[in-house]
Every structure is written in structure tokens, then in C-alpha cells.
């Protein structure tokens, strides 16, 4: 049995047990076993301002055999009904499954200002100064009440082939979990499509992305580079007994399920030997070379990624932050990031927002008009072609109270075996089944995660899942294509 005993950011919190039944599991290949018998593959959900910059990448995307078709917001909110707009976009998108076997479904659009903006209209939603809509959950915490869910969008159906609302009980309150006096959800959060999102706030990041994404897709990687796996941990938390460096046994659990990868260690522990630590400088320097996979397993919040010296609570490596990202030079050697820690992709802030400090922001104050993840993934020049991380607070296990909880037969330590640690490091056991094309790595991911606990869900279970956002083009080839 999972117990719960979990940080944030170094603050502790014990929560009781709880259980959801998540009922029968239905996977997507089951369910769809005709997906290619489909007219099309993917659908592109955007603004119409957009449209014309997104031609060229649907022509190359059909080019590669992914029939693909955009539909823009202004027609879903026309000709599609819903409690919400975001519920609008879903009510298209599970037409779009019905009628032409839809795999993949790819949002272009964010927030429509760097500088200001509502970023939560509702409790449940982010519309008005949003190209394409978000959906927050309601599972609340002392840490924040609430958080955006592009999970939402994927999960279509529930176990009975209904429509899966994310509001069970119809009482007007999305994905409710941990408020007083609400009844909590009951949610099947299986992914029924893959849902990536490309959060762009104007048609110049569109280009960017569509020259990013072509490029990287037309040009099979050169395995000089593609075949390095660049991870970056430390210390997390202080656990007197085991004292292990939970980042780093993070990244180790993950290199293990890439043995034809080199990997390159940038480890808090490696600063005694005068090896690569996580520095400013070393995080540069190494993923400048180019790598295929970059992994971070720390802390963070939307502004900075970062994580301690070994048994130093009180100091930090420094990290890296969205200031930095500009003097990456990797040009076109473009990793997949997997980063684990705070809201690193909580795609919902803006200049002025945090300027002021304004709750739940997250960066204490530091302005930035763009999260970490969001900024690495659509850099000119190198960066990342996409990046999966949490758009809320992530949690993790300490210690070791727990024999082998996830059941791969290993007594790995609790941090490796639950919540962020466990979703991050099984992104890579995925990937190694020849799962290649991404957002069934995405999907495939979250799927093995929800299997992995059917007794002992809880609302932390169920956020790790919800807040593990996909900025990226999920039909894209790991790789490119040869
Ligand atoms: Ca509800
Ligand atoms: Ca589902
Ligand atoms: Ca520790
Ligand atoms: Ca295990």
C-alpha cells in the first residue's frame, strides 16, 4: 500500500488515505484497434489568426503520412455546445474520435499577452485571454487551489463509453478533490486521444514551432548526438537514515530503461570529483552539445528549475532559469525534456502577474512573461523540440517506508516508486517499448501510471496525471524520420 507522506517545495504535508475506484481500464489501442482506417489522424485546434502559419506544417505532416486537418476555435464555439468552452473544444474533439478515428490532437494557442491577462476566468476555466482555452481542476491543497489540466481534453470517454465530463456529479464544480462540503469527482482519466499543446501567444512562436518541428522530423538524428541522454538531479529532501539524493536516483531509475543511450551525469553529487554539476555553466555547456533526451529531477516553480548539494538544505546548485535559456546553443540537436519539480510548465503567467507578485504565480515576485518549459521548447536556435513537466505542484515520496509499490519487482527507493518521480522515470521504461511517436509516450505513460495503483488512488495520484502537460507535437517521431 502507497502511504502519503509527500513535499512540496520543502514543506511537509501528511495527508489521510484515500481511495478512488477508477474502474475498468480501457486503453487506447484496445478500444481503437482501426485507428488507421480513420480519414484523419490529427486534428489541429487553433485561432484563425493562426491558420495561415500552420498550412506549411500540416502539408508536412500529411507529407509523412499523419492526415491532418485544422479546425479553428471560432468554428468549435459556432458549431458546438458545452457548459464552458473548454467543454466546447471537447465536445469537438470527441466528434472528431466518432466520426474520423482521430489519434492525436495538437492546441496551438495560450494566453494572448505576454504582459497581462485573466488567467483563470472561473474556478473551472481560463477563456477570455486565451487562444485556446484550459480547464483547471478542483483538487485543492494548502499549496494551491487548483491547476490546469490538458488531461481533460484527452480523456473523452469513461470506462462505460460515456462522455467523461470531469464533473461526475454535475454540481458545476470540474474535477473537485480535497474542498470542504464537495463532493469529490469520480474521474477516468485514461487518455482516449494524445493531446499536446504548443502554447503560443502570436503567430511568430507558430512559425517557430512549425520550422522546429519540420526540421526535426525531416532529418533522422545523427546518433552522435540523438543517442546522449544529458540528466540533471541532486538532493531533495533531508531523509536521516537513507540519505539518498532523490533527483539523482530519479535520473538513474530512468537511464536504466535507456541502455542503448550514453549518459551524461550533471550531478550535485559529482562536485567532490570535479565532474558536471548542476550549475548555470554545466547545464549550459553540456546541453549546447546536443543530447536526445534531457531530464531534470528537482524543484522548481514557472521561472527556474533547481535542487541542493548533497545534505545541504539550507543552499541550492543554482539550477537553471528562464533567463538562462537564451544562452543555450544547440541549434537543431533538439532534445525531448522530461523535467520533474514545481510547476515549471504552469503556462498560465504573465509579466505583469508576477511582476506583482500576484497569488499563485509561483515565482516570488522574479518577472517572466512565459514558464521555464514553455521557454525552452519554443527557443530559436536549439532548446527543446518539446518538454513535458507539471503546470501545479509536484510530490514526491521520501525514504523508504515502502517495499516495491509499483510492483517492477525492485525495492527501489519510495522516491523513485511514487508521484513525479515514478511518472518522470516511466516516461523512459515507455519509450523503450518502441514507443516512439510521442504523445503515446505521453499517453502510454499516464495509462501506466493509473494501472500501476487501482487500490490506493488519491487526489495526489490523480493530480500527477492531470498537471503532466505535453508542450509538443504529439504525433511527432522521436527521432525524426529516416
Ligand atoms: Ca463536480
Ligand atoms: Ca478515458
Ligand atoms: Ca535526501
Ligand atoms: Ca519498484
Sequence with gaps: MKGIIYFVVGLLFISSFAALGVGKKVVVNEKYPNLLGGEYDMVIIAPAKFSSTLNKLIDHK??????TILKTTEEIYDEYTGVDKPEQI??????ALDTWEIKYVLLVGGMKSYLYGVSRDDINQGSKSWYVP???CNNIDDW???FISDLYFADIYDSEMNFSSWDSN?????????IPSVENDVLDLYPDVYVGRLPCRNKIEVSIMVKKIIKYEMTLADPTWFNKMVVVGGENWNDPGTDWLEGELVCNKALSYMPEFSAVKIFASNRDSGGLVPTKKDIKKTVSEGC?????????????WNTHWPGDFETWTGGINCYHLPMLS???KLPICIIGGNCLSQFNVTLLATLRNDPFMHTMGVPISECFSWRLTRKINGGSIATIGATGASYGLIGNMYDDIDGDGIDDPDCVEGYNGYIT???FDIYNQSVDILGETWGGTITKYIDTWPDTWDEIDSKTVQEWVLFGDPSLKIGGYP
Design 134 to 136: 484550459v480547464r483547471y
Design 62 to 67: 500529411n507529407s509523412v503520412g499523419i492526415n
Design 144 to 146: 494551491e487551489p487548483g
Design 90 to 95: 471537447k465536445y469537438f474533439i470527441k466528434d
Design 292 to 304: 536526445g533526451f534531457l531530464l531534470f529531477s528537482g524543484f522548481g516553480n514557472p521561472f527556474n
Design 330 to 332: 544547440n541549434k537543431e
Design 170 to 178: 454535475e454540481d458545476g464544480i470540474y474535477a473537485a478533490w480535497g
Design 425 to 427: 522515470r516511466e516516461f
